[in-house]
């Protein structure tokens, strides 16, 4: 069983910045965060594999980036330039031994 714990949501204004973190029991190869907004499905945000390889959704490209830290077993989403469109519940996602798992996800709402 894997848990992963997020943190770091919160409340900001239209432009500002955020940061998400997510901590893992151990170190996951294939990592991301999905995001869902109020009436819409859950989607991808972005993800990280092995040390740096990183893919961003189109609407995110340029204003988010992840990182990882491989010696706290942690990845962090910064995000700038924050839109009312991001507002959503982040959920941290890690894929282990064929199984997905996901955190409880943290709140973000940018106001406009």
């Known amino acids: 069983q894997v848990q992963l714990v997020e943190s770091g949501g919160g409340l900001v204004q239209h432009g500002g910045s955020l940061r998400l973190s997510c901590a893992s029991p151990?170190?996951?190869?294939?990592m991301g965060w999905y995001r869902q907004s109020p009436g819409k499905e859950r989607e991808l945000v972005t993800t990280?594999?092995?040390?740096?390889?990183?893919y961003y959704a189109d609407s995110v490209k340029g204003r988010f980036t992840i990182s990882r830290d491989t010696t706290k077993n942690t990845v962090t989403l910064q995000m700038n330039s924050l839109k009312p469109e991001d507002t959503a519940v982040y959920y941290c996602?890690?894929?282990?031994?064929?199984?997905?798992?996901w955190g409880k996800g943290t709140l973000v709402t940018v106001s406009s």
């Open positions: 151990l170190y996951i190869y294939a």
């Open positions: 990280i594999t092995g040390g740096s390889r990183s």
């Open positions: 996602y890690a894929k282990y031994a064929g199984i997905d798992y």
